[in-house]
Structure formats: structure tokens, C-alpha cells
């Protein structure tokens, strides 16, 4: 995990389900890599275009309790509004999170969506700073 | 799974004996095969669940069980509220009352045969599925709180579906104690377009042809034959459902150091029944199994049209609705005493045996059905509740196959494309709007559904009556 290019999001396996991971050199880049891997978990995020914006705040009592609350927050975005993200702009002060998204509406020809994501889940959640000084944001969501 | 530490019973039985902090001891339910392909961590939950306050007898896991969020998919844990006992919104877990619900056709497999294509594009059609699809119900303020408080009820008087269909539902199609109140307007809101839609992932729509029957008798009084064609949903409370989920599952974190009880694991998130929290949860996850319970109905319904625009005599009578993913107040006999407990099932199906008063009266003399569900290529199963199930574990069974192998796993190994035609070649027809999503799915993905429900069958918790294998497949 410590080598390869930063920023950079990966995903890791769960029996049923799936695993996010983002790593950057900030809290706030592996917030959103982490964001970038959720896209990958429906489609290749490079499909979609960043056309339209929304915009987040989340606050919650420690930074893994915010990245789900942020994860959540998009994945309510996307099934409430039939939207797809791809770029991310996310600053975060004391546990709380201010955050651009932009994106497009889910066609299904274009994106080819593999399948819906119905939570971020505190499963193997865990917001921390590796030794190389590499910022570290993951959890399972539920699929 | 290391099977080292667990205590064997019989073939099918394995204790895992109390220490530590766990309340009660551990008992999986499986062939010595399939326990050593789960994971380590299935035997962490079941012994995690254990410590959580007013178990009651033991921790379960069904032969399908796999690693779950806190409680495994596929565990069953009963609570008295008596004994301070709690609920917990990750031991129903995200999609509420997903389940699966079979409909008669009346139809042979050679009537199916000739149009079988037609009728996969018709269906496909008709029944919205897949990332981004929407269902053709919108429901206002007004109506999703009379949905989410009626559930089947709900839509057969809305003109989906019959009353007759009522009977063979679980709770009569409503369940009882759901309160709309209860549930956020994020999650009404994530509703709101998809009445009537079926999801995506493991969810699909099938025509399914009865391949063997165990049991001569039962699948008489059920009115099952070789070669009779049956309908397979399978598919939950949707976007309601899975925001419910989560907005509790803070909710009990916080809860839960509230009260005081130590967590092994944040996602046991539970609060104590008699709380404010608890009773909060309960209203809405019971509006949520409403929510199923109309969805499935009004799917149903779909399927109905469907099937009218080619065989217009058709009746598509349903056989009947389980839920996999619940939380239920149920009585039961616990040391000789009949005891009132809220019985979590996360991937285990309720299967209540012989002459329980809540099998419909037709149905009362050869045990609650039970239907497990397979995977596109492989076989789906209707068992039905034993008597001894009943003193095992609530009387409960599996659900499924489970996965064996993960989705990034599953899309290096098969293109969806490939999956559909080789599927066509055994004559099984494959409709999705996403070949990843059918890559992800592909039947050796996961674990070989007759071996669990083999398990089952051999442990006692429920009885083999008849196979169905798939011919059309309609998946999300």
C-alpha cells in the first residue's frame, strides 16, 4: 500500500460486498479518493463527465464517523437525484466536512452501472496517517 | 474457518462454548465443508453477537452464514426485553425485509419453451431494474405514509394485486407497529420513484421450472409437478430500506455508549428495546418491511400485465412471500416457558413448522414454505419449516447461496457477455442492464446453493420439497 502513485483510490474484498480506499498526502485528498473508489463501485468514474455541481457539509464526533457520513451523503445524492460523481473538492476543519461534487445524471448506455450502493457501513472503517505520512480513508459499503 | 475451536455436536451442529464476555455460546448450523470455506470472521460475529445484553439461548448462524456488518448474513439472534435485551439495526441489516416471493402460473414448461424469448423482453420491459431505473408509482407525502403503514395491504387496495395474495404473505402483507413517523424524510424522499423497482446486485426476477421434487406429499398439498413454471422475486424495501438503515446505525452507535453497553464492534450498534431509540427503530424498520411488502406486491403485479399480454387465460396465484432480512416479536418456548422475544434474522428466513398459527390455515399442517434463492445458472429451493426447527434456532433457515468469491474476483474472471451466452447455451435465458453487474453475479461466484440447503435439511431446520431451475432471468 505504501508504494504506488498519490493520490490514488483502490478497492479491497469483503465477502459479500465491496471495500473503498482512498490515500492521499491530506486528510481531505484520501476523503476524496475515497469518494472516487465509491464511483468505481458502480462505474469506471472516467465515463463520467463532470458536468453539474452539489455541494456537502457533514459533521460528525471523529474523522471515520465523517467519512461515512460522507460516503452517505453521496450515496443518498445519487439515488435520490439518479446521479453519477467523478470529481471531488473536499475540505475538512474539526470533523466537519465542506465538499464540492460534480458529476452527471446516470444514462445507462453511457455508464453501464454494475450496481447500486445501498450504504457505507463501519466495517473495516478507518481514517488514519501511515508512517510515510500518507492519509488513509476506507470502509466496506453495502452492495 | 478454523474448525479447531469449535465443539462438534452432530455432523450438522457446531457449538462454539461461552467465554469471555459472550452471554450465551455460539451454534452454527453446517457440513464440516461448508464451515471450513466461511470466513474467520463469521465465527468473530457470532461470538461478538453473543455479548450483546438479553440474548437468549445462543448465538446462530445458518449454513449460508457469511461475514456480515457486526451480526453475520445468515445469523439469527433472539432478545427478551425483559432481560434488558436490544435491538439492533446491523442485525437486520441495510436492505430491510428483502426476500423472496414465488407466484404459480398455472403454465407447463412447453408452453414457456416457444416464446421464452419474448417473454424475457417483455419482462425486462416491464419490470425496472438495474442502477437508475424508476418505477412507474410516484408516491406523495400522503400515500407513502399510507404504503408505509399498509405495506401489501397498501397496494392490493390500491389495485395491485388481489386480496386472495394477502394470505400467503407474511403478516397477512402489513405488518403491524410500523410507524411513518418514525421514518426520515431523506429516506421517504430516496423512495420516492422507486415503488415497484427491483434494485440490483443479488436481486432478480425469474421464470423458474420445477426440476425435482423431494417430497411427494407436500408439493401435492402445495400443488407443485415437475415441469410446472413458477416466478421467483427477489428484492427489498429499496432506497427506504437502506437509508434506515443507516441513519440508525449512527443513531445506535451513539445509543449505544448511552447506555452503556460495551461494543466489540461499532457496527452491533443496538439500543435497549424499551428505549426511546429502540422503539424509534422498530417503527421504522417495521414501515420498512411495509415498504417490501407493497414493493414485491406491486412487481407482482407487473409481472401479472406481463404475462396477460401473452397468455391472456393466465392466473398468477401467489405461493408465497418470506422475508430474509427482519426483526420480529415472536413467542417461544425458552426452558419450558413461553417467552415473548424479538428475534433478529440477517439473512435467514423464518421457517416456522407444522401447525404454527401463523402459517396461513391451508397451508397450517405441513409447515411454513421456505424459499432460498440461487443464482442466475444454479437451482432456487422451496423447504419448509420442521418441528424440530422450531427448538433449534426460532425456527429459521438459510437464505441463499452466499458468495464464495468477491466482485472484483468475479469481473477479472467472467465478462458478462460471455456469462449470457453461455447461460443461453443451458437455455437460460439472461436480461440485465449492465454486463459488469452480470459479471458480478455470475453463478460460480458463489457457493453451491444445494450443499446449504442440504446442510439445512441435515441439521433439522427445515425439509427439501422441490427444486426449481431457472429459464428466464431478469436481473438488475
Redesign the interface.
Known sequence: MEHGAIPRWE?F??????GVRGIGTTKAQAFEQAALALTAV?TDPQRVDPKEERRFSCEA?DDE?LL??WL?AL??AM??E?LLFSRFDVTIHDHRLEAIAWGE????QKH?????V??????E?RVQQTADNEWIAQC?V?? | MDIGALKKVSDYEWHIPQSGNMRVPGIIYASEALLRDMDQKVYEQVVNVATLPGIVQASFAMPDAHWGYGFPIGGVAAFDPDQGGVVSAGGVGFDISCGVRALYTGLRVEDIEPIKERLADLLFRKVPAGVGSTGRVHLNRQEMDAMLAGGAQWAVERGYGTPADLNRIEERGCMKGAKPECVSDLAKKRQQDEMGTLGSGNHYLEVQQVAEIYDQRIAEALRLHPGDILISIHCGSRGLGHQIGTEFLKKMAIAAAKFGIALPDRELACAPIESEVGQEYLGAMRAAINCALANRQIITHLVREAFSEIFPQAELPLLYDVSHNTCKVEEHRVNGHSKRLFVHRKGATRAFGPGHPDIPSDLREIGQPVLIGGTMGTASYLLVGTPQGMTLAYGSACHGAGRSMSRHQATRQWKGQQVIQDLARQGILVRSPSYRGVAEEAPGAYKDVSAVVDAAEHAGLAKKVAQMRPIVCVKG
Open positions: 478497492h474484498p469483503h465477502d459479500a460486498d465491496i458502480i464526533p464517523l461515512v457520513d452517505n450515496i443518498f439515488a435520490h439518479h445524471p446516470v444514462d445507462r453501464e452501472p454494475a450496481v447500486e445501498k450504504g457505507a457501513t463501519y466495517t472503517l466496506v453495502d452492495v
